[in-house]
């Protein structure tokens, strides 16, 4: 049985948050998780993920209008490829998000969506999805 | 045996930090873990959990006016229930945490205290706690 | 089997990122973890734990630097120990991460370290890893 899947996502613009609800839980049915924990994991170091308002888009634009304004693009920056807001942008939002699975089911709340967070695309990205069965 | 527990949070203001420590606690007994994680979840979008000091109030005063400063109230946002910086901080401080627990016992730092995060209150909430045993 | 180990770190400066991927690395050998979870955690509350770009050391200074910025040093903080700032940047940054572990490997992206992030030092710290096997 797999423990371990990973999904593919292309991400269009600068910035973006991109809802991967339904391929996460397309890899918990295919890691039949049926109690437990699914890790959803951005190995990218100017990427993210975090569970947030899904119902109206204005919620993710309005996160990511904050974030570029919380974290200057222009600054005394080290870092010689350009991106550093990108890097810490990652590191606010997170990493890595766990999600319960109860009877088969995902337990998110009723507005939650999972989001993969692009901070220095457009590119090609991934997440893995690991079953912690319980 | 259990495998998940809700714990109801009513909340009392706008913004505020709920010490639910004592009550996951509770949880750890009631789901007999005696060694693994335990994973408290917040299915709200405008709500968090995170850990940090508990013994002074003033800890968690200081984290919120911080907050207040950092995600503007007024701000052009588009997202029109108007409680956008809620969503903001939610992701910010982010929906889950995990705490190890071992020889039944959860494993907290001396001063570490799990505080529910009301960012859009007040609301009657509940938090997941969800045991993974190793 | 064990199932949990203690990692030193003594931090050497008010604000450090300390890579600590190689003792987290060792820890999973000595956890001998074949395939599972391994859960970093912070038992501080003026320290966190962040995954980000190991590579340049400039990634982590320009993190730091922007964290300075955003949380103010000088404010109206309450908490008279004088570290309010670190215990903001603590819950901003998160007390802890997960990696996940499949084939004995930790499964880390190509760029990215673990790293102590000390908010109030210098000072010696320990964070705890813990094994969820799968």
């Known amino acids: 049985m797999a423990e371990l899947l990973e999904i593919d996502i292309a991400t269009g613009a600068q910035t973006e948050f991109v809802d991967i609800t339904d391929k996460v839980k397309l890899s ?9 924990l ?3 994991y951005c190995p ?3 990427g993210a993920v975090t569970i947030n308002e ?4 204005a919620v993710k634009r309005d996160i990511i209008a ?19 807001p990108a890097h810490v942008k990652a590191s606010l939002m997170g990493e890595s998000v766990q ?8 337990m998110l709340g009723t507005w939650q969506k999972i ?6 695309g457009p590119r090609k990205r991934r997440v893995w999805v690991k079953a912690i069965r319980s």
């Not at 899904?54 to 888009?57: K, L, N, R, T, Y």
């Not at 904050?66 to 550093?84: A, T």
């Not at 989001?115 to 220095?120: A, L, V």
């Open 28 to 36: 918990a049915r295919q890691l039949e998780v049926k109690s437990g």
């Open 99 to 106: 999600v319960i699975v109860e009877d088969d089911r995902l």
């Open 54 to 57: 899904g119902a109206d888009p």
């Open 66 to 84: 904050v974030m570029n304004q919380i974290v200057p693009w222009h600054f005394d920056y080290r870092h010689l490829e350009g991106n550093s």
């Open 44 to 46: 990218h170091t100017t």
């Open 115 to 120: 989001f993969f967070c692009e901070f220095d």
């Open 38 to 40: 699914l890790i959803i």
